[in-house]
């Protein structure tokens, strides 16, 4: 079983990396990192915000502490020295909520600035990484083309070899087909076969065609037997030229009957 599960996963990685399509890998590598920086933004917007309502707070707390100091020597100049006191004792505790927000506004800030940068960075990064994917995807694109090229071009691409295929068969349809009629041709020449298409003067043609043929191989059998005898019949001087020759061979075969 555990064979058979590397078996498996070997088969189903190359089958993925068969189907995987580095452009859309690319792209969506681009796609997370651009989520991670709208997430670093958002980040920097929140710690931005926060600053400002501690900073609204610090300036409204200063605001009613200067009041507070206002009231306190209002009420020494009326010899109130219990209001006076009153409002000195409110201020103070306005400075303690004042001090503790400077500390958390400074921690904010603190935020801000390391968030700002980091956005900065990550926005670079994310530009560069942008810069290369397109680079990427165009050289992948153009590798992509010139294969397909090459393959159509040689033929070892499916769909020309498919093509290939069936141009092959159609010359070797081609070729019987010129080898059957070649040979009907053949047939119908020689008698084998009758030509139904003909009419009857044909056939009369065809056999006069044949005593024809047959006459003439005939007398160019007697003429060839008549140079190469040995005792050939010669004219005498001055015989008529249309007397009938003699033949030598045939007379003497009658005189020995």
Do not use: C, H, W
């Amino acid at each position: 079983m555990k064979r058979l599960s590397l078996v498996f996963k070997a088969k189903a990685n190359k089958a993925l990396d068969k189907a995987e399509d580095p452009r859309e890998v690319l792209d969506y590598s681009y796609q997370k990192q651009l989520q991670m920086l709208q997430q670093v933004r958002r980040g920097v917007a929140d710690v931005a915000t926060s600053r400002k309502r501690v900073e609204l707070q610090i300036n409204g707390l200063k605001q009613q502490s200067d009041k507070l100091t206002q009231q306190a020597q209002k009420a020494i100049e009326m010899n109130r020295e219990d209001l006076a006191r009153e409002a000195l004792t409110r201020k103070s505790g306005l400075t303690s909520q004042i001090n503790d927000l400077s500390t958390q506004l400074a921690t904010l800030q603190g935020e801000e600035e390391k968030l700002t940068l980091a956005q900065q960075r990550l926005q670079a990064k994310v530009e560069s990484f942008r810069t290369k994917k397109e680079t990427i995807k165009a050289t992948y694109t153009a590798a992509e083309a010139q294969t397909r090229i090459n393959e159509a071009v040689s033929g070892i691409g499916e769909e020309m070899g498919d093509v290939g295929l069936a141009m092959q068969r159609a010359e070797d349809k081609t070729l019987e087909m010129q080898a059957r009629a070649g040979a009907v041709d053949e047939l119908l020449a020689s008698g084998a076969l009758d030509d139904l298409t003909a009419g009857p003067s044909d056939d009369i043609t065809r056999q006069l065609d044949a005593l024809s043929s047959s006459n003439d191989v005939e007398a160019e059998l007697a003429a060839l037997k008549g140079l190469n005898s040995p005792q050939q019949t010669q004219a005498l001087p001055g015989a008529d030229a249309n007397a009938p020759v003699i033949d030598v061979d045939a007379t003497e075969k009658k005189a020995e009957q």
